[in-house]
T-cell receptor, first 115, second 112 residues
């Protein structure tokens, strides 16, 4: 079993839809949770960063973490064609210090928003 | 402020050869991490360098090695290339305590 599971999709939605992306994980040591967006042939770009359980909102994006269920979500409101990309969840047990760089990623969900 | 830059962007090698990939970290970032991303998969952690020393390694064999230089730039070396080494190699830089990794565009390696 992988430490982080993410439905690879693909997911296709009409413009303006609410998108829900999810990951589950098995390692209870994970405390820091991130969502990255990766356009084709580009490096991942950090969208959201959350510590422990709770919600975080940034514009059209909302990240939710439920550590009791080992489940994280990313919601995209009013989705746009420019949101079409691969979305990767990532987690780590520690932030800061010299071990932060070790992120464990999900497989990525391919999202297409059509006009 | 310049971002993370990687070179080369694409390269083709044959089995058994050796390859060196290079990364310049974002200004002010002293920690560099390398990831391998196979097609259709999420990135997998190879190793991290901090103050010119390897600090943390993922499940990769010793033929994957690296260096970090005093200016915080870094190299990833892979010896005895195998077909399964074909992937996008990503470099990410960070500063301890910030919680953010900034990725480069990657180097796409094809092993024939």
């Amino acid at each position: 079993q992988k430490e982080v599971e993410q439905d690879p999709g693909p997911l296709s939605v009409p413009e303006g839809a609410i998108v829900s992306l999810n990951c589950t994980y098995s390692n209870s040591a994970f405390q820091y949770f991130m969502w990255y967006r990766q356009y084709s042939r580009k490096g991942p770009e950090l969208l959201m960063y959350t510590y422990s359980s709770g919600n975080k909102e940034d514009g059209r994006f909302t990240a939710q973490v439920d550590k009791s269920s080992k489940y994280i979500s990313l919601f995209i409101r009013d989705s746009q064609p420019s949101d079409s990309a691969t979305y990767l969840c990532a987690m780590s047990a520690r932030a800061g210090g010299t071990s932060y760089g070790k992120l464990t990623f999900g497989q990525g969900t391919i999202l297409t928003v059509h006009p | 402020e310049t971002g993370v830059t990687q070179s080369p962007t694409h390269l083709i090698k044959t089995r058994g050869q050796q390859v060196t990939l290079r990364c310049s970290s974002q200004s002010g970032h002293n920690t560099v991490s390398w990831y391998q991303q196979a097609l259709g998969q999420g990135p997998q952690f190879i190793f991290q360098y901090y103050r010119e020393e390897e600090n943390g390694r993922g499940n990769f064999p010793p033929r994957f090695s690296g260096l970090q230089f005093p200016n915080y730039s870094s190299e990833l070396n892979v010896n005895a290339l195998e077909l399964d080494d074909s992937a996008l190699y990503l470099c990410a830089s960070s500063t301890p305590g910030t919680g953010e990794l900034f990725f480069g565009e990657g180097s796409r390696l094809t092993v024939l």
